[in-house]
């Protein structure tokens, strides 16, 4: 029997070393093939130039090395070049088998063999064979050599740990190519949103580039910056907006303000820096290069403005950090300069890189990506809450959105319900694609005890620009917007809105409205009382009031503002002042209504006014017509007292309950009846 076993052992150890051979490009294996031969070994050496030259050039090498591995797919280098170059490109899921096979043919191919092939199970998500094959390339080392890589091997077993923690409780989305209007043959990356949505920029390298040329280091075109904008849903095809955003070598979307007329984009000059530039009408600006308390002589990457305009986030890699790339803020100062820069501290940053900044639109949430935290492979999509002035622990916001790959330039609308982010996926309609992803809602109880309603939270091609109807969670947050409009000609005006804290009376921000569309986008996130003014020279302005608790949740609000000239006897209501319960004291939060009708009294001197109080229905049409007529002449008194104005340019009149602008039969009419305006009496 021992006989019998041993010749068993002999037969399989001839057939597996027959099929497992290492078969070298030499005349003495290929001796009826000695013209072929010749013109793969030149193959070779083609792709051997491509090949040393790094990743950007393995997709091209690949070609050459595929002609000599259909000639001869026994050789353990080709299997291993090949392997290698899949490895770092879309097509990653190819590259373990040609390294398995390499190993096979020759366990000695290379030194790095095991490590490559553990990072391509890991990138395939076979996390416990991707252990195992990092636990055998550590073995496979001497004790020095051991030394220098323990700690990245050690990083990648831990993040493969991480992976297997992070697939276990899949998180509820959908994630959809947003389609062929956007995504190409080539490279789109780095989407960028206005709030709404109905706007995205994004980078591609795709042959309509600025100049048409390449960058001599991969062959790839020069990045350039397209801009497409939705349509009853649906992105319309990108148009590339040319000359002064795009120049002839890289340019990169960085961030975008809420209401998209504030650009971020990345040139590389001076080791690469951000600029910033405005939408004005429908052209843009000549990109502005930041401060240099911004701008270094490192590289900064990445940034994102805070929702009011008064803080950007950046990515720099300049001395000081805690790791190669960190997260850094700034604030703007009272000259409209950048501040110095400050890092935001060990909770966010890691020894390791950050990248991809975004801040949510709701002032509080910031995304980013970093190879640190429990990363499971490359970035990962990270988010962190700003409370009582902490970062809160950042969270991995989870599989299937994060992978083992890279997973950077996350961007997240307003409504929490879409985040958008570029992938290389397969089946994808090029190299990188640009992605929407669709947040659900809590999932639904079983029914009957089956699973029929369990949605499966996977990431989930489907066609073209598809929606799904699914419960979502939202973020708290109002979303104001429309136009600002001539009330007469209904052409659109260029007016600043002020956004002030009501009970602070601090300015909060000041947005803009487009000169060429009227449009304007302004985000309220929730806990403040805000007062609105609207203004542009020669109108008078126009205000509101919304008061948004800490709990209401997300909504859109559609207002479009009509402003009236400044002519005898327009009447602008006053919505922003406020008088105590059934009393005529005015109230702190006044201040800021009235002090810009102070400031329209002084910029036309020659206008006089009349003050009016206005009240519902309720109680004795007597007491109504009293309470009228003392909260007028509050108004005037503080005009005169506070803010100077002469009293002979200021009347005041009682109009009590007789003057309804709507009906009193409800709580939100009577509110609109409740009211202080003004009339221009002269000009």
Known sequence: MKKIALIYIVLFSIIFSATAQNVEFTKDNFPTKKKELKQINKEIKEGDKLFIQGKGMYLEAIEFYIKAYNFNP??????????????????????????????????TVALDVLYLLGQAYHINHDFDNAIEKYEAY???????????????????????????ELIKNPIRVFIDNVGSAINTQYDEYSPIINADESMMIFTSRRNTTTGEDRDPRDLAFFEDIYISYKDNGNWKRPENPGKPINTKTHDATVGLSADGQKLFVYKGENGGDLFECHLKGDEWSSPKRLDKTINTKYHESSATFSYDGKIIYFVSDRDGGFGGRDIYMSELNEKGKWGDAKNLGSIINTKYDEEGVFMHPDGKTLYFSSKGHNSMGGYDIFKTVLENGAWSKPENIGYPINTAGNDVFFAMSASGIHGYYSSAMPGGKGKQDVYMVTFLGPDKPVINNTEENLLACIAKPVSDNAMQEVEVVTASLTLLKGKVLDQITLEPVEAQIILTDNETNEVIATFTSNSATGKYLVSLPSGKNYGIAVKAPGYLFHSENFNIPNNAQYQEIEKDFYLKKVEVGSKIVLKNVFFDFAKATLRPESESELSRLAKLLNDVPGMKIEVSGHTDNVGSDHANQILSEKRAKSVVDYLVVEKGIDRDRLTYVGSGESEPIATNDTDEGRQQNRRTEFKVLSK
Request: proline share 2%; net charge positive.
């Open 138 to 164: 550590k073995n496979s080392l001497s004790p020095k050599e051991l030394r220098e890589v323990q700690d990245k091997v050690d990083k990648k077993i831990e993040e493969c740990g991480n992976g297997k």
């Open 74 to 107: 026994d050789n353990a280098d080709i299997n291993y070049k090949i392997g290698k170059c899949y490895l770092f490109t879309v097509d990653k899921q190819k590259a373990a088998d040609f390294l398995n096979r390499a190993i096979e043919l020759k366990t």
